[in-house]
């Protein structure tokens, strides 16, 4: 399961060329997902991503830095496809979002008080 997550990332530019994740990243994201076991948007705990703030083909220092984490999902719970690409990268791979932890607690909060 880890060879096709980082090779999905690899594929997705997340890893930047001649860069590679660090062994303890699989541990990292395991306890934080222990920690935080639902989307930081919908609250779902289906198809759950260990989201960068600050992605790591920019700051490989901050890979394993527990701040720079937030989980969302790929679930597509509320209408939402996939509150990871929704939110985390505004609809595109490409894009960044640094302030995803604000905007999640935003929305999730509509969520919860909708009618």
């Not at 395991?30 to 609250?43: D, E, I, N, V």
């Not at 198809?47 to 984490?69: A, M, Q, R």
Request: charge should be positive.
């Amino acid at each position: 399961m880890e060879f096709i997550r980082n090779l999905r990332d690899k594929i997705q530019g997340k890893i930047p060329e001649g860069k590679k994740r660090s062994p303890r990243w699989a541990g990292v994201r395991k306890a934080h997902l222990a920690r935080f076991p639902t989307c930081a948007l919908c609250g779902g705990a289906r198809n759950l991503e260990v989201h960068h703030i600050f992605p790591f083909h920019l700051k490989p220092e901050l890979e394993l830095d527990p701040t720079n984490l937030i989980t969302l999902c790929e679930a597509g719970n509320f209408g939402i496809k996939s509150c990871h690409r929704a939110i985390g990268h505004f609809g595109d791979w490409h894009r960044i979002n640094l302030h995803v932890v604000r905007d999640a607690a935003y929305w999730n909060k509509k969520l919860k008080t909708r009618k």
